[in-house]
């Protein structure tokens, strides 16, 4: 199966910081990458597809990059709202796994 | 926007089966993968498996390879998550989801508590 190592595992912010969020693949995944925000005692909210397309309704300060094994997610001025964890899913191939995930949290 | 709305909080013994279900509403599980997860307290996500009906495929993680079984109803709109041979480290939120064929998950259940206690 596919790891996917995310980094860090948590992070404090404040509002209106930049924050990126990374995503390390054990193999080559080409852009079969998810970004995932999950808030607590609810389920997750898909953000980003295929590394980088912005999933309709999610604001525009989300983005994503990467290619074949490192990707990264972006909140680039960070709202109160945001403050979560944030998972990445590989859909590469058989089993789907996810990260460990990344708890966003106010400093 | 779809909404998949999930079966109650269970409780069960150890060595004994449950059986989760699923309804879709403003959608339908057509030219999806119905696609089931859990999350164990305070944990990370884990994807259990997915069958996609109008491919009639089925996949499942190896951890749960035999003793859950993902099933669609009768409906387009309902489906079902079994797991056997239930252990307390089976206490967990499990959580419904449809997914694009590729697997892409665009709608999540509000989960399911399934608690494993003597």
């Known amino acids: 199966a596919i790891q996917l190592t995310q980094s860090p595992s948590s992070l404090s912010a404040s509002v209106g910081d930049r924050v990126t969020i990374t995503c390390r693949a054990s193999q080559g995944i080409t852009s079969a990458l998810a970004w995932y925000q999950q808030k607590p005692g609810k389920g997750p909210k898909l953000l980003i597809y295929d590394a980088s397309n912005l999933e309709s309704g999610v604001p525009s300060r989300f983005s994503g990059s990467g290619y074949v094994t490192d990707f990264t997610l972006t909140i680039s001025s960070l709202q109160p709202e945001d403050f979560a964890t944030y998972y990445c899913q590989q859909f590469n191939s058989y089993p789907l796994t996810f990260g460990g995930g990344t708890r966003v949290e106010i400093k | 926007q779809v909404q998949l709305v999930q079966s109650g909080a269970e409780v069960r013994k150890p060595g004994s089966s449950v059986k989760v279900s699923c309804q879709a509403s403003?959608?339908?599980?057509?030219?999806?993968?119905i696609t089931w997860l859990r999350q164990a307290p305070g944990q990370g996500l884990e994807w259990m498996g997915c069958i996609i009906p109008i491919l009639e495929t089925a996949h499942y993680a190896q951890n749960f390879q035999d003793r859950v079984t993902i099933t669609a109803g009768e409906s387009p709109s309902t489906a079902y998550m079994e797991l056997s041979s239930l252990r307390f480290d089976d206490t967990a939120l499990y959580y419904c989801?449809?997914?694009?064929?590729?697997?892409?998950?665009?709608?999540w259940g509000q989960g399911t508590l399934v608690t494993v206690s003597s």
């Open positions: 989801a449809r997914a694009l064929t590729h697997g892409v998950i665009d709608s």
């Open positions: 403003g959608g339908t599980f057509s030219n999806y993968a």
